[in-house]
């Protein structure tokens, strides 16, 4: 049977699968719908079916006649496999005690490097919250750091500003997300600091029936690029096709290998406490390839699915705990809800097949060009194209994606460029702000006493001033867009001081014109809260002379009538007329 065939009968299968898919997973034991392949006796038949994937299984004489999985189901046969799918998120239960993860490659060196501080960001890093969390755990508090893995960079739709892209479940360990917390790369797991590694803050994130995501928001002066370490430029995203061969580079087992079996997948899973069990539907699920024991492992989570021409077409979140196969949401649904594309990388650093040329075959080696970049070149005679290294950047020979040869561990921007620079470079700045300009946006401006009494207090509300400086951040605005003019001379130290300080000034005037700008604000405010409260005091002067004179005019009244009935009563002359 074909592929185009197999396709055809999974869409022939799906209506049936989406409809009975509850009922099947409220059954006791089941964790998973899928269409897949049949197997008997240890053998493919070559039928697609309705596969039941369950916890443990059980002989016949245990199931009871409503849990039995029928044979078939409206004339597609079902199959019942043994599976257990659980997150992918790395968790310590004990403080210096991280456990030790199922294909951990502890000591490879592209392993080492996807753990180190590294710098520009990249997507296949360790990331995470830089707080623990505190869990019920055997009916005690316990507290428990969540580590996960950066998947690619991203833009939000509407505002343009650079984001990274991992899972909820990394951002919220107890079941509740935390927006404006601390996210540091490396992560906690891998000897990250809050102070000296802060990288970002969550912005949002979600589960749902479909998607497990987060974005993280960079902070100012953090460099990025639209790169996968180990894997190479990005090129965009799109959907996961069944039979595509895709790779991703996680924080535990590297960049591994595998294939797509299928994108119909529905899965029940425990996100532990605060959280518990859910539903997601329609996943991507990829199985390792041949040669490899495991497609990923505890800490991959938040990892980006890449094809072989370099687009976006899932993020990693859970697996089967034996390594068999892997979750990932698809990537289509992830950016939309998040409101969010993936950034491609620029064309000329793009993957080879996305600018129209496919990479060579054969065995390639490792080499510099004329301009000292690197460049891979084919053994095969007659070969006359090259496909990129997969590099981060050529900004340190640590990023090389070479996991057999060991790397030293140079930090970034240490070495002159001797090739322009090209890749968006949205910060000049290598460290990330620890503290970034909080004093501008906790200003009160109502701090200065006023010296004139105020008894009345407002009937109408006070919508003005500051709803602009208190609540926008002033430092997302100025270095949103990347640098599109490429860097033709070489980056040597001095041109990097030099542009360091230039973009020092810059971020310097940047928060002069923020603070003059609440100055201003506070300034307008005083001036209305006192124009206000002397139109209350000018209306209270007013009631109250009117008061006076309403009091005056009855007192007169009053002795007009007075004085009258006292001159009737002793007939006094001129009463009569009614002369006053």
Do not use: C
């Not at 601390?182 to 803050?201: C, H, K, N, S, Y």
């Not at 921007?413 to 290598?430: A, G, N, Q, W």
């Amino acid at each position: 049977m074909t592929a185009q065939d197999d396709a055809t009968d999974r869409d022939l299968i799906r209506p049936t699968k989406r409809r009975v898919e509850d009922a099947l997973l409220a059954r006791t034991g089941v964790i998973g719908i899928d269409i897949a392949e049949k197997w008997s006796d240890g053998s493919p038949t070559g039928r697609q079916a309705i596969v039941v994937h369950v916890e443990r299984k059980r002989a016949s004489d245990e199931v009871s006649d409503d849990e039995r999985i029928p044979a078939e189901i409206d004339g597609v046969p079902t199959d019942v496999v043994e599976h257990r799918v659980s997150p992918l998120s790395l968790t310590q239960s004990a403080p210096g005690h991280w456990g030790e993860q199922p294909g951990e490659q502890s000591d490879a060196p592209a392993v080492a490097l996807l753990r180190s501080r590294v710098r520009p960001l990249a997507g296949g890093l360790s990331l995470g919250p830089a707080s623990p969390v505190t869990v019920p755990v055997g009916g005690q508090a316990q507290l428990r750091a969540v580590n996960g893995t950066l998947g690619v960079l991203v833009s939000e739709r509407h505002t343009g500003l650079v984001l990274g892209l991992t899972n909820w479940h990394v951002a919220a360990g107890d079941g509740l997300e935390d927006p404006g917390s601390t996210w540091i790369q490396p992560g906690l797991a891998d000897d990250g600091e809050p102070r000296r590694d802060r990288v970002a803050a969550l912005v949002r994130g979600t589960l749902t029936d479909r998607i497990d995501a987060a974005v993280v928001e960079l902070a100012p002066g953090t460099p990025w690029l639209p790169w996968v370490v180990g894997i190479g430029p990005i090129a965009g995203a799109r959907p996961a096709q069944v039979g595509a061969t895709v790779r991703k580079s996680g924080r535990t087992t590297g960049v591994t290998v595998g294939t797509v079996v299928s994108t119909d997948y529905t899965t029940s899973v425990d996100f532990g406490p605060g959280v518990g069990w859910r539903t997601l539907r329609d996943q991507v699920r990829v199985e390792p390839a041949p040669d490899h024991e495991r497609f990923s492992s505890g800490g991959d989570s938040g990892s980006a699915i890449v094809d072989d021409a370099g687009h976006v077409v899932g993020l990693l979140w859970a697996g089967e705990d034996d390594g068999s196969f892997s979750v990932a949401n698809p990537i289509a649904v992830v950016l939309d809800t998040l409101g969010v594309s993936v950034i491609p990388a620029p064309q000329d650093r793009a993957h080879p097949s996305a600018r129209g040329t496919s990479a060579p075959s054969g065995r390639s080696s490792i080499e510099r060009d004329a301009q000292g970049a690197p460049r891979s070149t084919s053994d095969r005679p007659g070969a006359t194209a090259a496909s990129p290294v997969n590099r981060l950047t050529p900004t340190s020979e640590a990023l090389v994606s070479d996991p057999s040869t060991p790397q030293s561990s140079a930090q970034p921007f240490t070495e002159p460029f001797t090739e322009p620079f090209t890749e968006p470079f949205t910060e000049p700045f290598t460290e990330p702000f620890t503290e970034p300009f909080t004093e501008a946006l906790a200003t009160n401006p109502f701090t200065e006493p006023f010296t004139e009494p105020f008894t009345e207090p407002f009937t109408e509300p006070f919508t003005e001033p500051f709803t602009e400086a208190v609540t926008s951040d002033p430092f997302t605005e100025p270095f949103t867009e990347p640098f599109t003019e490429p860097f033709t001379e070489p980056f040597t130290e001095a041109a990097y001081r030099a542009y360091s300080q230039a973009a020092a000034r810059a971020q310097t005037q940047a928060r002069a014109q923020v603070q003059a700008r609440a100055a201003r604000a506070r300034a307008q405010a005083q001036a209305q809260y006192r124009a206000r409260a002397a139109y209350a005091a000018a209306y209270r002067a007013g009631q109250l002379a009117g008061f006076r004179a309403a009091y005056a005019a009855a007192y007169r009244d009053a002795y007009r009538d007075a004085y009258r009935s006292a001159a009737r009563a002793q007939g006094t002359p001129g009463t009569a007329s009614g002369d006053d």
